[in-house]
Every structure is written in structure tokens, then in C-alpha cells.
């Protein structure tokens, strides 16, 4: 199974696994599963280490970079058709970043790793953190 995986999920499983529940941690740990990260992640974690909102022990293209492999985690691009969906979400939830998630999640038939209980709102599969 392919797994998206929210931008907080993501950082949890690389700094503060403890954070996840078990489930969770079990599904991130194991080699059974495909770990997706969208590019969208990246973007948020540029933009909020600018913002001084999240703090990395190195820059962010150095960390996200070296950390998409070591935690054997596969890219996911952002489409056009990801971008577009967007428009198509009711406002359920305002946040840019998770929005276009959801879409991906929707456009990709993925399901999200996530500890936002908002986004259920959308009817994409939610796997709780």
C-alpha cells in the first residue's frame, strides 16, 4: 500500500516517533508499505522555517533532502491536476498546504497520514496518527 504522508506526520516520524501511535508508528517503521512525500511538504517546510515557525538542525534543502532518503520515503510531484482539484474542495478546511494534499490524496487514491481530524471531512481514507 501507497501511504501519503501529512508534512507533520512526516517530521514527527523523523524527530519524535513517540508522537505517533503505535499504529502509526508501526506502519512508518515497517518495509510493507510505500511512504509518499508530497512536494507540497517541502514547500510548507521552506516556507515555515522562513516564517521561524519550525526549526531544522540544518537548511531546508539539505534536510528534507537527505532525509527523504534516509527515511526511504518516495516524491511525489505537485500536477496541474493536483492544483486544480483545489478548486473543486468545499472550504472545509482553509489551510493551503493540506488542502492541496487532500487533492493529491483524492487525484492519487492515496490514503493520508495524518493527525488532522478536519481532513476527514473530505472523504479521503485517513489513517490517524
Given amino acids: 500500500?501507497?501511504?501519503?504522508?501529512?508534512?507533520?506526520?512526516?517530521?514527527?516520524?523523523?524527530?519524535?516517533?513517540?508522537?505517533?501511535?503505535?499504529?502509526?508508528?508501526a506502519l512508518v517503521s515497517g518495509s510493507r508499505h510505500d511512504l509518499v512525500l508530497s512536494a507540497v511538504s517541502a514547500w510548507e517546510i521552506a516556507v515555515k522555517h522562513a516564517l521561524g515557525?519550525?526549526?531544522?538542525?540544518?537548511?531546508?534543502?539539505?534536510?528534507?533532502?537527505?532525509?527523504?532518503?534516509?527515511?526511504?520515503?518516495?516524491p511525489l510531484a505537485v500536477t496541474h491536476a493536483h492544483a486544480l482539484q483545489v478548486a473543486r474542495l468545499p472550504m472545509h478546511h482553509r489551510d493551503p498546504f493540506d488542502r492541496l494534499l487532500v487533492?493529491?490524496?483524492?487525484?492519487?487514491?492515496?490514503?493520508?497520514?495524518t493527525a488532522d481530524r478536519q481532513l476527514a471531512a473530505y472523504g479521503i481514507s485517513i489513517i490517524d496518527a
Fill in 103 to 113: 487533492a493529491q490524496a483524492q487525484l492519487e487514491n492515496l490514503p493520508l497520514l
Fill in 1 to 25: 500500500m501507497r501511504v501519503l504522508l501529512d508534512t507533520q506526520c512526516w517530521l514527527w516520524m523523523l524527530s519524535a516517533p513517540d508522537r505517533l501511535s503505535p499504529r502509526a508508528r
Fill in 53 to 74: 515557525k519550525i526549526d531544522l538542525p540544518a537548511d531546508p534543502v539539505e534536510y528534507v533532502t537527505s532525509r527523504m532518503t534516509t527515511s526511504a520515503v518516495l
